[in-house]
């Protein structure tokens, strides 16, 4: 099993730009979510999905989107990218949400410029 | 928003000596977990030990949960160099159709040689 499976593992940005984050999991796991991680903020909480075709927000969603047309699969959209978004980013998944513990991505290191 | 807050922030010991980290917390839960990050990686899951629950052992690892003080700690017995990372607690709550956990910001655990 690969786990959480998450790319790019480092992206360089321009303001104004967009892009997406890929995760994939392959433990058929109901809940995935996705976090950033910034110094002395710890995790915060920006989507997370309880199935396929079912997503909600976080702590802080705003300038993100998601989707998830499969259960293995839960890519972030950064819709246009600004200096405060950059972070790392980590995607988690449970077989149902916080009942079980997490299995995390390795992340995504974003730096807007 | 912060939930779990660890203490110490930083602390530092030689190896073979025991690291202890303490979690408290401020609402009713349904869980609570631990996770260590080093530098640079995803977070792993430690352990899982839930509101019923008062101690749960896992190798070198021993948890203690307090739900009258609001309180847990993560005890490293013997420890190691490899085990220098960053320890973070998160609760769970999943009454509902809020499932979410709620992270602390982290102690760092530097083990000296």
């Known amino acids: 099993n690969a786990g959480v499976t998450q790319t790019p593992k480092f992206q360089v940005l321009k303001t104004g730009q967009s892009m997406t984050l890929q995760c994939a999991q392959d433990m058929n796991h109901e809940y995935m979510s996705w976090y950033r991680q910034d110094p002395g903020m710890g995790l915060r909480l920006i989507h997370y999905s309880v199935g396929a075709g079912i997503t909600d927000q976080g702590e802080v969603p705003n300038g993100y989107n998601v989707s998830r047309s499969t259960t293995e699969d839960f890519p972030l959209r950064l819709l246009s990218a600004a200096p405060s978004q950059t972070s790392v980013y980590f995607c988690?998944?449970?077989?149902?949400?916080?009942?079980?513990?997490?299995?995390f991505g390795s992340g995504t290191r974003l730096t807007v410029v | 928003s912060q939930q779990g807050e660890e203490d110490p922030q930083a602390l530092s010991i030689q190896e073979g000596e025991n690291a202890t980290m303490n979690c408290s917390y401020k609402t009713s839960i349904n869980n609570l977990q631990w996770y260590r990050q080093n530098s640079g990686r995803g977070l792993v899951h430690l352990i899982l030990?839930?509101?019923n629950e008062r101690e749960k052992h896992s190798g070198r690892l021993r948890v203690t949960l307090d739900t009258s003080k609001k309180s847990s700690s993560l005890l490293i017995t013997a420890s190691r160099a490899a085990d220098t990372a960053s320890y973070f607690c998160?609760?769970?709550?999943?009454?509902?159709?809020?499932?979410?956990?709620?992270w602390g910001l982290g102690t760092s655990l530097a083990v000296n040689p």
């Open positions: 998160a609760t769970a709550q999943y009454a509902g159709n809020n499932r979410k956990l709620i």
């Open positions: 988690a998944s449970s077989p149902s949400g916080p009942r079980y513990g997490y299995t």
């Open positions: 030990i839930r509101s």
